[in-house]
C-alpha cells in the first residue's frame, strides 16, 4: 500500500440550509403579518419562533458547522439564537420575571442585529442573489425595527412598524424561496423508460 495515498469521504449528508431557510422565513412571514397589523403578536408566532424560527436553525446550524460551512453555521445558529431571545424578550417580562425591554434597549439590540447581518450580506456578494436578496432585505428590517423603537410619536413608530411589517413578510418570503429552490433543485431528475 501506496504511504502517500489518501481516504476520501463523501459527505452523503442532506444539505441543511433549505431547513434553515424556511425556518426563517416562515418564522419572519408570520411575525411581520404581525407587524404590518393583520393579527396580534400571540402564542403562535410565539411557538414558532421558539421551535421553528429557533431551535430548527439551531439544528441546521450545526449540521452546516458538521459540514465545515463557516458562513451557514455561524447565520443559522445566529439567527436560531435571534428568535430564541426574541420570545423571551417578550415573555420574560408577562412572568413578572424581568422588566420589559425599553425603546432605547430594543433599539441597539436591532441595531446590534442589523450590523451583523449587514457584515453576512457583504459575505453573501461571493455566494449567490438570493441570500443577497434575503440578507440584504434583513438588513433593512432591522433598520426599520430600531427605528421604530427610537421613535417618540407612537403614530409615527405605527407608520414605520406597518412599513416594517411590510418588509419583513418579502423578506421571508424571500428566504422560502431560496430554501424551496435548493429543495427542488436538488431532487433527482425523472428517468424516461422506452
Keep these: 500500500m501506496d504511504q502517500n495515498s489518501e481516504t476520501v469521504i463523501r459527505d452523503g449528508t442532506a444539505n441543511p440550509a433549505p431547513l434553515g431557510l424556511m425556518a426563517f422565513g416562515m418564522t419572519t412571514v408570520l411575525l411581520n403579518l404581525a407587524n404590518a397589523g393583520l393579527y396580534p403578536l400571540d402564542t403562535m408566532i410565539m411557538s414558532m ?18 459540514k465545515g460551512n463557516t458562513f451557514g ?23 413578572g420575571v424581568q422588566l420589559a425591554p425599553q425603546g432605547a434597549a430594543m433599539a441597539s439590540y436591532f441595531i446590534l442585529w442589523g450590523l451583523f447581518t449587514l457584515v453576512m450580506f457583504i459575505g453573501t456578494l461571493r ?3 438570493k441570500l443577497q436578496i434575503v440578507f440584504g432585505s434583513l438588513t433593512v428590517l432591522y433598520v426599520l425595527l430600531a427605528i421604530q423603537d427610537i421613535l417618540t410619536d407612537a403614530n409615527a413608530a405605527m407608520i414605520v412598524g406597518r412599513i416594517a411589517g411590510v418588509e419583513g413578510i418579502l423578506c421571508g418570503l424571500s428566504a422560502i424561496y431560496a430554501g424551496l429552490s435548493q429543495v427542488l433543485g436538488e431532487l433527482p431528475k425523472r428517468t424516461q423508460t422506452a
Excluded: H
Aim: proline share 2%; glycine share 12%; charged share 5%.
Design 73 to 95: 453555521a455561524t447565520a443559522f445558529l445566529s439567527y436560531g439564537a435571534f428568535w430564541l431571545t426574541l420570545v423571551f424578550l417578550l415573555l420574560l417580562p408577562k412572568f
Design 127 to 129: 455566494i449567490n442573489w
Design 49 to 66: 419562533g421558539l421551535f421553528y424560527g429557533g431551535m430548527a436553525q439551531i439544528i441546521a446550524g450545526i449540521m452546516e458547522w458538521r
